[in-house]
């Protein structure tokens, strides 16, 4: 793997304040959020698909996207659990693999076989009812394996912020552009991944970026204690270095 399977860490966080400006709507039968430019400052025919981490469509991915929609971009995040995202903070005895594999309902899986269908779903959506031409995609540690697995139907330019549960042959499979912002302590995406995903990358000869913020962990792009000051900084400057890639490879 070019990163590990999900772990405690990628539960655990703070919410952000804020008052989300974005649209909760359905895409087919599932539930998304929606944030949308304003029309003087929209990048024509540009779309970013935010595919979350596990906890979803929640306060901290909404204020993300409306922020996409700032910088001019069409932000659609997409109910890739099917209605049963996680909480924040869950019991150190929560057993993640479990839910992933069954769900909390124990027939509910988030596998690919399940998931995939899903972001299908978002991508048909904004090609067909918004007249996307050049899709960008940025995935939050779950979110990031889905990214790698759809280039293919026509993601342009892509992100990953602490990935997780990312196959070699997926990375390998992802011939477009892609940025990494990694945190300097994660189980999930350790150097020896982050290596090895560096490595991968190279070899695909497509332009790639892996930037390493300090004094962080998994989940910090999301989930991060604002209140301190380095956590605020790297968050901050992880989500500048998603919209500058994408300003500078997807449009």
Request: aromatic letters at 10%; charged letters at 25%; one cysteine or more.
């Amino acid at each position: 793997m070019a990163s590990n399977p999900p772990g405690k860490c990628c539960t655990v966080g703070v919410k952000h304040d804020g008052e989300p400006a974005g649209t909760s709507i359905k895409v087919g039968k599932y539930d998304a959020y929606l944030a949308t430019p304003e029309a003087s400052k929209a990048h024509k025919d540009a779309a970013i698909l935010y595919i979350p981490d596990v906890i979803g469509i929640w306060q901290n991915s909404q204020l993300m996207a409306d922020q996409y929609a700032a910088n001019g971009y069409l932000c659609l995040i997409i109910d890739v659990f099917n209605g049963d995202a996680m909480s924040l903070n869950r019991p150190d005895d929560f057993d993640i693999m479990a839910w992933l594999t069954k769900g909390s309902t124990g027939d509910n899986p988030h596998t690919p076989p399940a998931v995939d269908p899903i972001v299908e779903e978002a991508i048909r959506y904004l090609q067909k009812e918004k007249g996307v031409k050049k899709l960008g995609a940025a995935g939050y540690c779950f979110g990031a394996k889905y990214v790698a697995r759809h280039y293919k139907n026509g993601i342009a330019c892509g992100y990953f912020a602490h990935p997780s549960f990312v196959d070699e042959d997926e990375l390998k499979g992802f011939k477009a552009p892609l940025s990494i912002a990694a945190a300097e302590t994660d189980p999930i995406f350790p150097a020896d991944k982050r290596h090895r995903s560096e490595e991968i990358l190279a070899e695909g000869k497509q332009p790639y970026q892996i930037n390493l913020y300090s004094g962080v962990e998994h989940g910090f792009s999301v989930r991060c204690d604002t209140s301190q000051k380095h956590q605020k900084y790297a968050k901050e400057q992880a989500f500048l270095q998603a919209v500058t890639w994408f300003d500078g490879w997807l449009l």
